[in-house]
């Protein structure tokens, strides 16, 4: 009954920094491709990326630069309908700061797609209201450093002047 009880009224106090603890554990996380992460009754998967077909889109990546697809989930895991993430809640990272203000990244790619790309149609491009266990996802275009296989991503909920809700890490050959 959520310890309402005078014996359990000091166990939260004497708990105090280990929430805090395992805080700053979470902002040290990286979730892998497949790996579910939670930030704000939300699930959050990478379920998995590609280097993007040449003809994916009507601009050329900048020089050194290559497009990248990458597969998202969003699942609702909280017991009331929220928004799903915007697309620009999303960003990858070319070098990593405290903050999204002390990054280096951008958010989607703003390019058109082509309208012959076959997957076009499960791009993920619109916010939707979703019930509780209710899920979407699709796909979304960003531009990656051609010469490093690491990539690093960023998840924020809201403002990026603060530290990232969730970091991702993996590797694209």
Known sequence: NGGKSPSESSAPAESVNPPSD???ADENRYYGIGEVAEANGLSVTIDKVAVAEANTT???AKDGFEYIKVWFTFKNISNETIESPKAKALY????????????DMKSEE?????????DRDERYMSRVDLAPGESTGGWMIY????????ITMHYYSGFVNVPPDLVFKFTVE
Request: cysteine-free.
């Open 143 to 150: 531009q990656r450093q051609a010469d490093k296989s690491e």
């Open 58 to 60: 009507l601009e050329k």
């Open 22 to 24: 395992e805080a700053g």
């Open 110 to 118: 703003n390019s058109q797609v082509m309208l012959e790309v076959a």
């Open 92 to 103: 990858i990272v070319y070098t990593e700061g405290a903050t999204g203000d002390d990054s």
